[in-house]
């Protein structure tokens, strides 16, 4: 064996380009493999870390307000570990000439173990001496260049509060930070999380003795659903707004997303590769065989077995599987380091400990195994047919059959002599030509995939900011207005338009699903705060009823016509039975709408909202209104459309960078595939070449031979890869949405031309590259008797 494994290095050492390109394949499905399951380790692991070493909450209770021992109360139901209560209000600051939202949230005077712990990165803790002490969310910190003992002015009740920062801290609560469910990205010149004591959350937020939140943890092993019954049956007389668990949390639910969405990915997407991989193995090897029949006969006449032989050749296979695993699994591990650091820029999780998972080795070293030995095996196995004296023989000629073309006559006799070649070959063996164009088939499908997450992307934000939410201006209070006094904002100068709108937090039940989400009043038919169909048509709101999102009647079992029970989050109001009235589509956050005349009904609290959008007569004012608006009593928060789309474009960029590193990959794919099925073909064609090189073809000539057969083999990869690439690139932007967003899968004419335009400059590129294979060829040696 020793000696068939020298000659197995020449093969590899003579064929090494073919070698390259094919390991390249491997190490590419392999390293796409480790690092998007090292993503998700990454992750996981730190989150899990992160959540248990600062207790975060298995439950979260939303109050109105309850006074201070309600802690015990709770503390002594069935499976309650530990209780903790605190105050969590919003109210806005402007900072750094930014208008931003603070989520204030208290803490204990003096520190202790709780629930929801927070993590000290700079400062101190609260002191004694003063009062005025706040600890900022350091994402927030850094994003306003602030130091520690700088002074934040946050306008509460009306009214700017001084404040001084003694620290910065990050929470296992927050590591997702959005405002609400309607935001997709976090943004931390907008929103940030600040703590304050206990004492001083009481006095300046108008809760002295009582608290609005209530976060809880469990004992191990304890049924979820079963303790949060049990905590809404004790607090029904303390106004309860929601209680939630991790699941629901907001910050735990979009990690977890994520988290979820990588591990598919790291499970499905790389067995392409491998696919394409082993078809170019299957391909290769099936050919070298064929080639090397006269190598056979020698071998098994100088008395190696049959499995020998087959080893022999099979090992080609194996020494990439085994090359390719290593190689790809080391970029993989510390790609996917690089990447969780690339997405952690949102989640801020402690990634101290990010670490290469050896894992992930042999999984992906097995798969690539599997496929690698299953193709070189099914390519091989006929060297088992061939007797020695037989494949010391040449082999006989292929039958030649007239082509479907070549019975068409007018047809044929207006083919140049070129290009009859060209098509008697690709139709002569149709299933070696289908076999070739796979690799380019899921190249052009990866590329289009790639490039179709960009316009799916563009396609979500354009129909968000330009259709759906068409206003300038979004202003939110601090309580709830009856409609008619909104009219004084009409008076401010340059507000062209305002419409009123009520938002809050419902539970949606349907038998026993149910689900927490947004309830949003609008007028009958609103001009700059819209509700679209599945055809992006704006639907007018029922008089009675509901318009639910398309996904959440999924989640509930739902339909048009049908009942839905639906349940305010106010002291005393009861569930309320209503009827879906239709379906809408939403691509960011989840809400149901309503007809505002319909609140009287559905609350008994009249015509009320808490926020209204304004379109101005010119947004060159925009910011003048702005400054006018937040001088105004009852006003929370004054939010510019424009400010929030370019922070979510400014946001994209870890989703652009995994783009970018997507449309890398499918390139080097389809350029390693195009060299394969270059060279095999070359190769395999050399003595057919050189004797038409003999009879005067000039270079020039037998390249256009070659490289229009990849042409065509290629145009016939685009024409199967793009539907293909279009219905993946479906199946995963579904499979990628959630209950937060929902991103269409849209691909725009121009990148089905970018696509193959892309896919024959790669074919271009690498027939160049093989130009010297072509010119290479020794007609004296290639047409050598071989007998």
């Not at 900072?95 to 204990?108: G, Q």
């Not at 695993?325 to 952690?344: C, D, E, P, R």
């Not at 479907?404 to 083919?415: D, H, Q, S, Y």
Request: with cysteine.
């Amino acid at each position: 064996m020793n000696i068939l494994f020298k000659n197995l290095l020449r093969d590899i050492k003579k064929s090494k380009g073919q070698f390259i390109s094919i390991l390249i394949i491997v190490v590419l499905g392999v390293m796409f493999y480790t690092s998007i399951n090292a993503m998700f380790r990454n992750l996981s692991s730190s989150s899990e870390r992160y959540y248990k070493e600062y207790r975060l909450a298995d439950i979260w209770v939303d109050l109105y307000k309850a006074p201070l021992n309600i802690e015990e109360k709770v503390r002594k139901l069935p499976n309650i570990k530990n209780v903790t209560g605190r105050i969590i209000q919003d109210y806005s600051i402007n900072i750094s000439e930014e208008n931003a939202t603070l989520r204030f949230v208290t803490l204990p005077d003096v520190k202790k173990d709780i629930v929801n712990d927070i993590v000290l990165k700079s400062g101190r803790y609260f002191s004694q001496e003063e009062s005025n002490q706040c600890l900022l969310q350091e994402e927030f910190f850094k994003a306003h260049n602030l130091n520690i003992g700088d002074y934040i002015y946050p306008v509460i009740n009306g009214n700017k509060v001084k404040i001084k920062v003694i620290g910065t801290v990050t929470s296992p609560e927050f590591v997702y930070t959005l405002r609400d469910a309607s935001e997709l990205m976090p943004d931390s010149k907008k929103f940030g999380i600040i703590y304050i004591k206990q004492s001083l959350g009481e006095a300046l937020l108008g809760y002295k003795g009582y608290v609005n939140s209530l976060s809880i943890s469990l004992s191990k092993d304890s049924d979820i659903e079963t303790v949060k019954e049990d905590i809404e049956k004790s607090l029904k007389d303390f106004g309860v707004k929601s209680v939630i668990d991790r699941k629901q949390h907001l910050s735990t639910m979009m990690l977890n997303e994520e988290i979820e969405k990588l591990q598919a990915m790291g499970s499905s997407f790389p067995i392409i590769f491998f696919i394409v991989a082993a078809v170019i193995i299957y391909i290769m090897m099936g050919r070298m065989v064929e080639n090397q029949r006269v190598q056979i006969g020698v071998l098994k006449a100088l008395g190696f077995t049959d499995i020998q032989v087959l080893l022999y050749y099979i090992c080609y296979s194996a020494i990439i599987a085994v090359v390719g695993s290593v190689i790809g699994s080391i970029l993989g591990t510390y790609m996917g380091i690089g990447f969780t650091k690339l997405i952690n820029q949102y989640f801020h999780l402690p990634l101290a400990n990010a670490k290469i998972y050896l894992g992930l080795v042999i999984p992906s070293s097995i798969a690539t195994l599997f496929f690698c030995l299953l193709a070189g095996y099914n390519s091989c196995k006929k060297a088992f047919k061939i007797m020695p004296s037989e494949a010391m023989r040449e082999k006989s000629p292929e039958i030649g059959k007239k082509i479907v073309i070549e019975k068409i006559k007018i047809l044929w006799e207006n083919i140049g002599y070129l290009w009859k070649i060209i098509l008697r070959n690709l139709l002569r063996y149709k299933r070696r030509a289908l076999l070739t164009s796979l690799g380019i088939i899921f190249s052009s499908a990866i590329l289009l995939i790639s490039l179709g997450m960009k316009d799916s992307i563009d396609f979500m934000i354009n129909q968000q900011y330009s259709n759906i939410q068409n206003y300038d201006i979004k202003v939110n209070f601090s309580k709830l207005i009856n409609t008619d006094e909104l009219n004084k904002i009409k008076n401010i100068p340059h507000i062209k338009y305002m419409e009123p709108i009520f938002q809050t937090g419902i539970e949606l039940s349907n038998g026993w699903k149910s689900k927490n989400v947004l309830f949003t009043a609008l007028i009958k038919e609103p001009e700059i705060y819209k509700v679209q169909d599945k055809s992006g048509k704006p639907v007018t709101i029922p008089e009675r009823g509901l318009l639910i999102p398309e996904r959440m009647a999924d989640i509930i079992g739902a339909r048009q016509g049908e009942s839905v029970y639906i349940k305010f989050f106010f002291p005393g109001k009861e569930k309320k039975e209503v009827i879906i009235k239709g379906t809408v589509v939403q691509y960011v956050g989840s809400s149901t709408y309503s007809f505002m005349d319909n609140l009287n009904v559905l609350l008994g609290e009249g015509r009320i909202a808490n926020s209204a959008v304004l379109r101005l007569d010119n947004k060159v004012f925009e910011e003048e209104v702005k400054g006018k608006l937040k001088d105004m009593p009852a006003v929370s928060f004054v939010e510019s459309k424009a400010d929030s789309e370019n922070s979510l474009m400014k946001n994209m960029a870890a989703m652009k960078s995994s783009i970018a590193v997507l449309i890398i990959l499918s390139a080097s794919l389809l350029i390693a595939v195009v060299y394969n099925i270059a060279t095999i073909n070359i190769f395999e064609r050399q003595r057919e070449l050189a004797t038409l090189k003999v009879l005067g073809f000039k270079n020039k000539e037998i390249k256009k031979l070659v490289f229009n057969e990849n042409y065509i083999i290629t145009i016939l990869g685009i024409v199967i890869g793009l539907p293909l690439g279009r219905w993946l690139g479906g199946y995963i932007m579904e499979a990628s949405s959630t209950d937060s967003y929902s991103i269409p899968y849209i691909v725009n004419l121009k990148t089905y031309v970018i696509t193959v335009i892309l896919t024959l400059l790669f074919t271009t590129f690498t027939n160049f590259v093989l130009m010297k294979k072509v010119k290479s060829i020794d007609m004296i040696e290639v047409l050598k008797n071989r007998e």
